[in-house]
């Protein structure tokens, strides 16, 4: 298979901890194996040299928290046949996305000795809310296998086989205790979308929802159940205020609760 027959991929950072692109970098040696289909052309990353664009594959890290990174993404957008976007940041706006629930100037305020040099959106959004997105990946930071699994379907030109169900069937398949169930442990895995393989319960520990909202969760029956062990409407409003605050169903379910 000669040159002309590779796709070529970029990666792209916006507001994010970089988290996800090492999961990129982890997946070395099987994207090696791929040398023949996939050529990386943009990954500052992992490397200064650069290919011009267009693109084949775009894949997106971070959320936009900037007018620039506003425009960027429009770029980004313009020069890539395929977009995928990966990480809780790029997928519903990150952990910095807690400043959509306050003022972000009380933020900067604190954080920075002099704020007025700090130019910032007062929201933090998906790339989903400034252009198309063809494959959106969960995960704070990124599954690597869930990672090799999208861009091997998008070579292959198929929908990639990435489950949408809970946190708990993940337990199930390998045969975890619930720790809720057993233990009376707050666990978030009822409404957590899959792709970790549940390592949290496999260590007795809840999950705190790192992967984003499931498909179509019952959080109002999971809110009753943490309630029976304890939980204030106070202590489940910071339950879905983490790493997928803005997530739709996530940030439905703590404005529910600040209701009371
Ligand atoms: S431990 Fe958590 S994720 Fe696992 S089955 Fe129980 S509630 Fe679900
Ligand atoms: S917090 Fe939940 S989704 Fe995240 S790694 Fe732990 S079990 Fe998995």
Redesign the pocket.
């Known amino acids: 298979m000669g040159a002309s027959d590779q796709q070529t991929l970029a990666v792209w950072k916006f507001a994010s901890c970089d988290g996800c692109q090492l999961s990129l970098l982890d997946c070395e040696d099987e994207l090696l194996l791929l040398a023949d289909r996939l050529r990386i052309a943009y990954f500052l990353e992992a490397s200064s040299a650069v290919v011009e664009g267009p693109y084949d594959v775009s894949i997106v890290e971070g959320s936009i928290t900037t007018a620039h990174d506003a425009e960027r993404i429009q770029e980004v957008r313009r020069r890539s046949r395929t977009l995928i976007t990966i990480g809780a940041c790029a997928t519903a706006g990150g952990i910095q996305a807690l400043r959509n629930f306050a003022d972000v100037q009380d933020f900067t305020a604190i954080v920075y000795a002099s704020p007025d040099y700090i130019s910032t959106l007062q929201t933090s959004t998906p790339i989903s809310a400034h252009v198309p997105v063809d494959f959106e990946l969960n995960?704070?930071p990124i599954n690597k296998s869930q990672l090799l699994e999208v861009i091997a379907a998008h070579l292959a030109g198929r929908r990639p086989r990435v489950r949408a169900h809970s946190?708990c069937m993940e337990c199930k398949r390998r045969g975890t205790v619930c720790v809720m169930v057993a233990h009376g442990t707050p666990c978030?895995?009822p409404v957590?979308?899959a792709?970790?393989?549940?390592?949290?319960?496999a260590y007795d520990?809840g999950?705190?929802?790192?992967?984003g909202p499931m498909e179509a969760p019952n959080t109002a029956a999971l809110g009753a159940q943490m309630t029976e062990l304890g939980a204030s409407e106070v202590d489940l409003v910071r339950m879905y205020r983490t790493f997928n605050a803005d997530a739709e169903a996530f940030r439905r379910a703590g404005e529910a609760h600040e209701r009371g």
């Open positions: 995960g704070c946190v978030m895995g957590t979308h792709g970790c393989g549940a390592i949290c319960p520990r999950c705190y929802g790192c992967y």
